[in-house]
């Protein structure tokens, strides 16, 4: 067993007051405040990081950016199909057709603006969907 395995192993028994010992002596921050079980994987990945190496700066920089994209909304970044200007989304809701127009910014259905599809199929169930779920842009997984 590497030296390595071995510090990681011997987390597994240590308090969240060792823990975070642990954490003074490999990282100048203070350590998150976050239960012992999830400050067990920090210490382990950060003692990784020292004898391994951390994330490419590029990659890095990327993961940052993805990030602070995300902070605008309240959904994450995910992978969904391109919605160019002018394509037409369809879906048939108890017996009722709704056709949505995928606009520069926004949609248009029922001769109103949208600023999601989420807020279309909420009116058009009358409960919470997912816009693109409920118009088949994603799977449920």
């Given at each position: ?67 602070a ?9 995910t992978?969904?199909?391109k ?27 029922q ?5 999601s599809?989420?807020e ?22």
């Amino acid at each position: 067993m590497t030296k390595l395995n071995s510090d990681i192993a011997a987390l597994e028994d240590k308090s969240a007051a060792q823990l975070r010992k642990r954490w003074s002596e490999i990282d100048d921050r203070p350590m998150p405040r976050v239960p012992a079980s999830t400050m067990k994987l920090l210490v382990a990945h950060r003692l990784q990081e020292r004898r391994l190496g951390g994330l490419p700066k590029l990659v890095r920089r990327e993961l940052i950016r993805l990030a602070a994209e995300g902070k605008g909304g309240s959904e994450t970044p995910t992978l969904r199909p391109k919605l160019s200007p002018g394509a037409r989304l369809v879906r048939e809701w108890n017996g009722q057709t709704v056709v949505v127009e995928v606009l520069g910014e926004g949609f248009r259905c029922q001769g109103k603006a949208w600023n999601s599809l989420s807020e279309i199929a909420r009116h058009v169930t009358g409960t919470h969907w997912s816009g693109p779920r409920f118009f088949g842009l994603t799977s449920r997984g």
